[in-house]
T-cell receptor, first 109, second 113 residues
Framework: GQSLEQPSEVTAVEGAIVQINCTYQ??????LSWYQQHDGGAPTFLSY????GLEETGRFSSFLSRSDSYGYLLLQELQMKDSASYFC??????????FGQGTTLQVKP | DVKVTQSSRYLVKRTGEKVFLECVQD?????MFWYRQDPGLGLRLIYF???????EKGDIPEGYSVSREKKERFSLILESASTNQTSMYLC????????????FGEGSRLTVL
């Protein structure tokens, strides 16, 4: 089957850098993606890694190591509006897309 | 603009009622998904569909069924609602062969009394 693990909570201060890790188990791995969800809202897509390495999109970067079944989301220059839940998700060649349980990020002034 | 529309934002139903949750996407996407989201449990996959009339079970299909008669529409059915199905239900879609960006609807919050 498929499973993902990520920390349940992370706290950081404004302007800092935070890394949210995700380890996964899946067969037929296709890619790892990250989503942000604010309270009361739907998840919104942040980034996607199909190959090893770092993908950068503005203040957010995502990394994947397929050999380690591991990835992370890096958020730089944290802002108060970054307080939200962050989910990693893995896709497989069966078409399934499975999400982790989510990491609640609290950004403090 | 890309759009996934769920028919109801809030529903209140009674135990034993049949419940239909409708989802429509206007992006000609092949794949559509139904998730439920509960605090501390993340998003759990109920069913997904990769083509019209095709469906696959997710991780928690018990108590649910789905229908995909047209490419743009994916319906979730609770044959006999129970209180443990009180949850937020999220529909999403993605182009075929792609496991990157899922497009989500706004969600349907179902309360079963």
């Amino acid at each position: 089957g498929q499973s993902l693990e990520q920390p349940s909570e992370v706290t950081a201060v404004e302007g800092a850098i935070v890394q949210i890790n995700c380890t996964y188990q899946t067969s037929g791995f296709y890619g790892l993606s990250w989503y942000q969800q604010h309270d009361g809202g739907a998840p919104t897509f942040l980034s996607y890694n199909a190959l090893d390495g770092l993908e950068e999109t503005g203040r957010f970067s995502s990394f994947l190591s397929r050999s380690d079944s591991y990835g992370y989301l890096l958020l730089q220059e944290l802002q108060m509006k970054d307080s939200a839940s962050y989910f990693c998700a893995v896709g497989s060649n069966t078409g399934k897309l499975i999400f982790g349980q989510g990491t609640t990020l609290q950004v403090k002034p | 603009d890309v759009k996934v529309t769920q028919s109801s934002r809030y529903l209140v139903k009674r135990t034993g009622e049949k419940v239909f949750l409708e989802c429509v996407q206007d992006m000609d996407h092949e794949n559509m998904f139904w998730y439920r989201q509960d605090p501390g449990l993340g998003l759990r996959l109920i069913y997904f569909s990769y083509d019209v009339k095709m469906k696959e079970k997710g991780d928690i299909p018990e108590g649910y069924s789905v229908s995909r008669e047209k490419k743009e529409r994916f319906s979730l059915i609770l044959e006999s609602a129970s209180t443990n199905q009180t949850s937020m239900y999220l529909c999403a879609s993605i182009p075929g062969g792609n496991t990157g960006e899922l497009f989500f609807g706004e969600g349907s919050r179902l309360t079963v009394l």
